[in-house]
């Protein structure tokens, strides 16, 4: 049976706030140290609760605890050596209500562990639970997200013996931590605990193994958790995991082809569907193909087609009027363009006349 303890004398004062700590600073009996860039805050039982501003917890994700469905991207396993257990699931098999769901524990359960509401997750595989005997049913707990997340906290009580934290950042659970029951003295309130991950790291599990040899009750509450940002990587609005571009800013996710490769980064796509693919068009927004071009009002009585680069002679023409400094210039540069089509076998002699009436710049 498990007896509570009077704090030892060199446990952390519980009339501090908070407490951070990473590799090589012990400022508590068992020190909770660093995995990487990985860091904890341990803030003490002295205020209880506290709000989330405070834990720095404000917009992260809550789970209380109070029914069985678990938030989006969280589950919960809760393992037994010695009585099996349940999960990885999104749905308890069952919520626990301290003050109800342990009466033979002789009180050491009890409401007062509640950071909000009446119910949180024990570290138990299934109810009812008949005594608070060390029995090996004391489980480990399992927190998992299978998105990622960037931070994680929660409450814990009744915690009598220290709790060894493992991270899975992504290549499997590794020890991250010892967080010693001193904190908030043996039993009753423990503290709450966050753990953020450091720069490039992502947090997809917290393994929390109470070092008393799965025999210790644990009350877990306040469970917050921060998903990983959407990654944009052109900034254009859309998700990466949505983005037929992401590398390439195309909001408006355009697929001519339809084979799911946007158009702005499709070697093969086409945007104004002229047949000249959009890494190759020079002009891979040309207006239609076809028609007879006007020059301000002109008829030239020329077509417009389609040349080898993938633009038209409209474009052409559109870029002469939007570059020409003064309309001699313009003049001159539709003169060109006159020659060089003509070259190609095009007989474009009115585009000059009209352009000369122009006035255009």
């Known amino acids: ?127 009812p639970i008949t005594s608070y005997a060390n029995d090996g049913g004391w489980s480990d707990v399992y927190f998992l997200f299978e998105e990622g997340v960037t931070s994680v906290g929660f409450s814990y009580g009744q915690a009598d013996a220290n709790i060894v934290i493992s991270l899975d950042l992504g290549s499997g659970f590794a020890f991250f931590a010892n967080s010693a029951a001193s904190l908030g003295g043996s039993g009753g309130r423990n503290g709450y605990l966050r753990i953020d991950a450091g720069p490039g790291e992502i947090i997809h599990g917290v393994k929390l193994d109470n070092q008393a040899g799965n025999l210790d009750g644990i009350l877990f509450d306040h469970l917050t958790f921060l998903p990983v940002p959407d990654l944009d990587t052109d900034d254009d609005g859309v998700p990466d995991d949505e983005d037929n571009c992401p590398g390439t800013p195309n909001p408006g996710q355009s697929d001519s082809d339809g084979d799911g490769i946007g158009d702005a980064c499709d070697p093969t796509g086409d945007s104004d569907g002229d047949g000249v693919p959009d890494a190759a068009d020079q002009c891979p927004n040309s207006p239609p193909v076809g028609g007879i071009i006007l020059i301000d009002g002109c008829d030239t009585g020329v077509a417009n087609v389609l040349l080898a680069d993938g633009c038209t002679i409209a474009d052409r023409l559109n870029e002469l009027a939007a570059t020409a400094r003064n309309h001699g210039e313009f003049v001159r540069g539709v003169a060109h363009l006159k020659n060089s089509l003509r070259q190609l076998g095009i007989r474009a002699e009115g585009l000059q006349r009209c352009a000369g009436r122009a006035r255009i710049p």
Not at 39 to 62: K, Q
Request: a negative charge; aromatic letters at 8%; charged letters at 10%.
């Open 1 to 127: 049976m498990k007896t509570n303890h009077a704090p030892c004398s060199n446990a952390m004062p519980s009339t501090q706030g908070s407490y951070r700590w990473t590799l090589g600073t012990i400022l508590v009996l068992l020190p909770v140290v660093s995995l990487r860039a990985a860091t904890v805050s341990a803030f003490s039982p002295a205020v209880w609760p506290r709000a989330d501003a405070d834990l720095g917890v404000v917009g992260h994700v809550l789970e209380d605890f109070e029914d069985t469905t678990l938030s989006a991207g969280l589950q919960v396993q809760v393992q037994s050596p010695s009585l099996g257990g349940y999960g990885p699931t999104g749905t308890l098999p069952f919520t626990f209500d301290p003050a109800q769901d342990c009466l033979t524990c002789g009180g050491v359960f009890n409401a007062s562990l509640m950071w909000d509401g009446t119910h949180g997750l024990v570290n138990r595989p299934f109810l």
